[in-house]
Nanobody, 126 residues
Framework: VQLQASGGGLVEAGDSLRVSCAASGGTFNRYAMAWFRQAPGKEREFVATISRSGGNGNYADSVKGRFTISRDNAKKTVYLQMNSLKPEDTAVYYC????????????????????WGQGTQVTVSS
């Protein structure tokens, strides 16, 4: 599967932004999906994941209550709605996919994912 992330940009603290990741070349509803992010000088970190069928996601503590992951299997797209953005949310955001038969969110480590998008930059000014 190929992944194409989009929707990043420059926003102010407190603003909202939605990033998207469009998939092609695979059966989308057989993939668990996730968002990771990487800030300059830091390791890539888990943000959120959603199971192949959708429903509630799982989140890093740092974004819980502010970010929402969702997916539209008909459009082969996963979204990350980011509200109440903070300067510390500044990073390149990557979407990732893993082919799985598991129906609940279960994968929280970058090493669990086989496919990655190219990343989209999100910058939050104070």
């Amino acid at each position: 599967v190929q992944l194409q992330a989009s929707g990043g940009g420059l926003v102010e603290a407190g603003d909202s932004l939605r990033v998207s990741c469009a998939a092609s070349g695979g059966t989308f509803n057989r993939y668990a999906m996730a968002w990771f992010r990487q800030a300059p000088g830091k390791e890539r970190e888990f943000v959120a994941t959603i199971s192949r069928s959708g429903g509630n996601g799982n989140y890093a503590d740092s974004v819980k209550g502010r970010f929402t992951i969702s997916r539209d299997n008909a459009k082969k797209t996963v979204y990350l709605q980011m509200n109440s953005l903070k300067p510390e949310d500044t990073a390149v955001y990557y979407c990732a996919a893993r082919h799985t038969i598991v129906t609940a969110p279960a994968y929280f480590d970058a090493a669990d994912y086989n496919y990655w998008g190219q990343g989209t930059q999100v910058t939050v000014s104070s």
